[in-house]
C-alpha cells in the first residue's frame, strides 16, 4: 500500500507494556478525539505486544487473550473505525514476540488474514526469535506479500530497530515505515542517545518508506513500562521537534487520559506537525554539528529541511549540559543555498515561543538552552 505521510497515532507499549487490554485501548480512542489529538491528525490507536494467547488455537489461528479483551478483537477495531480512527496491531517476524507470545514466522498469510477479518489497518512487525537461517530482509518480504494480499490495505511497520543494515534492504521489502535503533526509553539519555544516532539514517528514507525514531515519550514523566527518570518539559520538546523535523512517524506513548497541558501544547503543536506532514517530504539534512570536546558527545547539530512552499524548517539542538552560545552554533546561509549574491535571508519565526526575528550578515546564531532546541519555520524574504 501507499503511504504519503510520516503515520501519527498512539502506541501501548511505552506506557501499558503487558497491562493491556480492552478497556485502556478504547479510553484512549475516546481521549485522542476528546482532546483535540485527531483534529491534530493522530488517527492510529496501535496494540502493541501482549495481546494474544500463548498458544495458537488447533488451526494455527492467533486468539486474543479473552481476559484482556473479552469481546475479541473485531469488537475493538469496529470501535476504533467508530471514532473516526485506524486500528493497529503488534506482530513478529520471528518463532516468538519479544515478549514471548506466538510470532507469526511460518504463519505469515494465516495471520495476515486474521488481521484482515478484525479490520486491522496497521501492523507493527518486531524482530524477535527470528529463525537465523533466513535473512531479515526475507521476513519482512514474507510479511509484506502476505499483507498485499490479505484483502485490506494494512500499513506495514518493520521494527527491526535497524539491525542487520536494515536501512538498505528495508525499502525493497515493502515496508511503508522502518525503526532505526533500539528501543526508546523515558529518559534524557535515552533521547540523546537516538537522537546522535539520527543521522545514520538520512539518505534512505522517503515517501512511503519513513524512518520511524521509535515511540514519543513526551509526557510520560517517568510513569509506565519505559518510564525511567523526569525528563524536563524543555527535553520533551525537543525529542518531539527532532523526530517532526526528521520526518519521523509520530506515536505518542504516554498515557493520553492523563495529559498535563504541557504535554497536550507539545503534541498539538500545530505548526511543528506540519512541518512533520510537509507533503514533499524533502529529507532533512544536517547543515552542521559542532561537539564541545573532542571525548564528548555533547553535540550541537544543526538540521535544515526545504519545505513545499519554498520555506525551510530549522532545528538547533543542544545535547550537552551547558548553555548553547553563537561559537558552538551557527548556521551560514551559504550553507543552505543563500549567499550573499542572491540578496536574500531568512525571516524566521520560532515555532515554541512564537517569536520573528530576520537574520542578518549571513549568519543564524540564536542561543539553544542546555538540553533545549530552537525550531524555526523560515521564510526566504530580501536582505
Ligand atoms: C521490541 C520493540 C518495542 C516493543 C517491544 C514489545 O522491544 O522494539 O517497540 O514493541 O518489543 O515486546
Not at 501499558?16 to 485502556?24: A, D, P, Q, T, Y
Not at 480512527?85 to 511460518?106: E, I, R, W
Not at 526545504?306 to 548556521?331: H, Q
Not at 524566521?348 to 532546541?373: M, N, Q, T, Y
Request: with cysteine; glycine share 8%; proline share 4%.
Amino acid at each position: 500500500m501507499f503511504v504519503a505521510k510520516p503515520p501519527l497515532g498512539w502506541n501501548s507499549w511505552n506506557t501499558f507494556g503487558e497491562k493491556i487490554n480492552e478497556e485502556v485501548v478504547m479510553q484512549s480512542a475516546d481521549l485522542l478525539v476528546s482532546s483535540g489529538l485527531a483534529d491534530c491528525g493522530y488517527e492510529y490507536i496501535v496494540i502493541d505486544d501482549c495481546w494474544s494467547l500463548r498458544q495458537r488455537d488447533e488451526n494455527g489461528r492467533l486468539v486474543p487473550d479473552p481476559e484482556k479483551f473479552p469481546h475479541g478483537m473485531k469488537y475493538v477495531a469496529d470501535y476504533v473505525h467508530s471514532k473516526g480512527l485506524k486500528f493497529g496491531m503488534y506482530s513478529c517476524a520471528g518463532m516468538n514476540t519479544c515478549a514471548g507470545y506466538p510470532g507469526s514466522f511460518d504463519h505469515e498469510f494465516q495471520d495476515a488474514a486474521s488481521f484482515a477479518e478484525w479490520g486491522v489497518d496497521y501492523l507493527k512487525y518486531d524482530y524477535c526469535f527470528h529463525p537465523i537461517t533466513v535473512p531479515g530482509k526475507i521476513l519482512y518480504k514474507r510479511m509484506a506479500v502476505a499483507l498485499a494480499n490479505c484483502g485490506r490495505d494494512i500499513v506495514f511497520s518493520a521494527c527491526s530497530w535497524g539491525a542487520d543494515e536494515t536501512k538498505k534492504w528495508i525499502n525493497e521489502t515493502g515496508a511503508n515505515l522502518w525503526r532505526t535503533t533500539g528501543d526508546i526509553f523515558d529518559s534524557w539519555k535515552s533521547i540523546k542517545q537516538l537522537s546522535l544516532r539520527a543521522p545514520d539514517s538520512i539518505g534512505y528514507g522517503g515517501i512511503n518508506c519513513f524512518p520511524d525514531m521509535d515511540m514519543l515519550v513526551v509526557g510520560m514523566y517517568g510513569e509506565g513500562n519505559v518510564g525511567l527518570a523526569n525528563c524536563t518539559d524543555e527535553e520533551y520538546r525537543t525529542h518531539f521537534s527532532l523526530w517532526a523535523l526528521l520526518g519521523s512517524p509520530l506515536m505518542i506513548g504516554c498515557d493520553i487520559r492523563k495529559m498535563n497541558d504541557a504535554t497536550r501544547e507539545i503534541l498539538m503543536n500545530k505548526e511543528v506537525l506540519a512541518i512533520n506532514q510537509d507533503p514533499a517530504y524533502h529529507q532533512a539534512y544536517m547543515a552542521c554539528s559542532y561537539v564541545d570536546r573532542k571525548d564528548t558527545d555533547d553535540e550541537h547539530p544543526i538540521y535544515v529541511r526545504l519545505l513545499d512552499n519554498g520555506d525551510y524548517a530549522i532545528g538547533f539542538f543542544n545535547f550537552s549540559d551547558e548553555p548553547g552560545n553563537r561559537w558552538n552554533s551557527y548556521l551560514l546561509m551559504d550553507q543552505i543555498g543563500l549567499p550573499e549574491s542572491t540578496g536574500k535571508t531568512l525571516l524566521a519565526r520560532d515555532l515554541w515561543s512564537g517569536d520573528e526575528v530576520k537574520v542578518e550578515d549571513g549568519i543564524f546564531a540564536p542561543a539553544v538552552a542546555a538540553h533545549g532546541c530552537r525550531l524555526f519555520r523560515c521564510k526566504v524574504v530580501d536582505r
